[in-house]
């Protein structure tokens, strides 16, 4: 007999033995079992676009290299609401093509470090958070986790004297723990506009360097610490039809700072070089909107 044939085969009994018994359910146990049931469950999908720029800093906080880019995204994710508070799961992935301004690295010849470069780079970039809200009488409070990753392809190129400059291939990721607020700014029974704000914290980011064949060195992973975020939004919500799904058009801006990475000393087949490498601070300033569809299931 399955779990919940026996439970059936109680409840059937149960009313039989009690039929004559009308006393009311304690409100305490009602009111629990109000709040553990779901009222409803939000899926939502659409498109963003986002403005990035990211900078780059040497040890004494000068300008070093930077890349900008506008990228194109997707966004997918669900709300379950309970009647006291809510739990979401959302997933953004941006990719596209930035255009990066540096200058040139050499570890076996100082002479050939600091050379103006152009090229582009193709960039992966994916910002998932699972969060669980509580609205109170004017405002909403959450609080969750995040991970962030940044697949960065910087291409081969050459310079102006005709030398030819290697690319390389970085990974950037970390974990975040965020806390926010949401406050209504404007309500009428067909739409809402409210202010949404959030602060990030690293719980730990690092960075893994593939130098693409590049002097034959191996992958070098480095800590990159942890330092804080900010995420402000303006989402306004608006129903389509009568029938149709709600849609929220959403501009944004996000912040991120990164600490300089760790002192690596660089192998080749596991054998040290006495060659070292280290990432530079760096600093992330991007801004977009983004447009999707809620649907109510």
């Not at 009994?13 to 939000?42: C, F, H, Q, V, Y």
């Not at 989402?235 to 149709?244: A, E, N």
């Not at 660089?266 to 991007?286: F, I």
């Amino acid at each position: 007999m399955t779990e919940g044939t026996h439970e059936n085969l109680i409840s059937a009994l149960g009313t039989s033995l009690d039929k004559n018994d009308k006393t009311e359910p304690a409100p305490i146990e009602s009111g629990l079992e109000n709040s553990l049931t779901a009222s409803r469950l939000e899926l939502f999908t659409g498109t963003s676009l986002m403005s990035l720029g990211y900078t780059e800093f040497d040890i004494n906080g000068a300008w070093y290299d930077e890349e900008t880019g506008v990228l194109p995204g997707l966004l997918l994710g669900g709300t379950v609401y309970w009647p006291t508070w809510y739990a979401s799961l959302a997933v953004n992935y941006y990719f596209g093509d930035m255009k990066y301004r540096g200058q040139t690295q050499s570890f076996k010849s100082p002479t050939l470090s600091g050379l103006p470069i152009n090229s582009r780079s193709n960039a992966d970039i994916f910002d998932t958070t699972a969060i669980t809200g509580y609205p109170l009488s004017t405002v909403t409070l959450y609080g969750g986790l995040g991970y962030h990753f940044w697949r960065r392809n910087i291409r081969p190129t050459t310079i102006n004297n005709g030398l030819q400059v290697a690319g390389i291939l970085e990974f950037y990721s970390w974990s975040y723990a965020l806390l926010g607020v949401d406050v209504p700014l404007f309500r009428t029974w067909a739409s809402h506009i409210s202010l949404n704000a959030r602060a990030m914290r690293m719980l730990q980011a690092d960075i893994e360097v593939n130098f693409l064949g590049y002097g034959g060195y191996d992958n070098a992973s480095l800590n990159l610490g942890n330092d804080w975020g900010l995420r402000l939004a303006l989402p306004w919500t608006f129903r389509s039809s009568d029938h149709g799904p709600e849609i929220t058009i959403e501009p944004w801006y996000t912040r991120w700072n990164l600490n300089r990475g760790n002192v690596v000393e660089l192998t080749t087949k596991g054998a040290y070089t006495g060659s070292v490498v280290s990432e530079p601070q760096s600093k992330t300033r991007s801004f977009g909107i983004s447009v999707y569809f809620r649907f109510l299931m």
